[in-house]
């Protein structure tokens, strides 16, 4: 259709898109930050250079957003997938971690089961089963209309250590709030470890 709505695309979404332009050169991506009000990404390299990319799909100009603005997350994902196949080691770890945000956002559960590591551990859930199970009841009813997260920023890439940190804005009900992601992957890139830390102080209580 030709409705706004039909085009938006969520900040986890932008991210990935603007991975797909930037990754596999010499000059990694260091950090990403989305600007929802402005439509804008920008990304840090580890030269020091930024670089702005601008999305017109959601703001309803006479400027075209081409391709971007009916990929749909089955697209992106291929897309993505695609990329990481050449991508050079500095924009693996970004690129595998985007994805399974991208999963946690939307309830890929395929996806998932896709990156995770057999022996995975998260949220007190030990082992590849009883995660998926755990992400299911969890996070199974998200949905692009409906997501389970909002994903503006990733402020860390640790190549080394094959770890993320991202941040997020939970939107499932009763479990509102924000907070810290820590996505970590092993020498194959599989999820074995997820750390998340919630910023609001009713967590912490006793």
Known sequence: GNSKV????????RLCY??????????PIVSMRHFPRRHL??????SGRAHEFAFCDAD???????????????????EMKRKLEDTSDGDTVLGWGLLWLLADAFGLLSLHESMLHKDAS?????GKDAVLDFKSKFLGGGSKDNPNYTIDTVHEIDVTNRVI?????????????????IPKFDPDMKIFRVDALRHSVSYFKG
Do not use: N, P, Q
């Open 6 to 13: 039909d085009m938006i695309h969520w900040g986890i979404e």
């Open 18 to 27: 603007c991975f797909t332009l930037m990754c596999g050169g010499s000059d």
């Open 41 to 46: 990404v920008v990304s840090l390299t580890a």
């Open 60 to 78: 309803g100009g006479e400027e075209s957003a081409g391709e971007w603005s009916a990929m749909s997350l089955e697209a992106l994902v291929t």
């Open 122 to 126: 998260m949220f007190g859930v030990e």
């Open 165 to 181: 940190v991202a941040d997020f804005k939970c939107l499932i009900e009763g479990y509102e709030g924000r907070g810290t992601d």
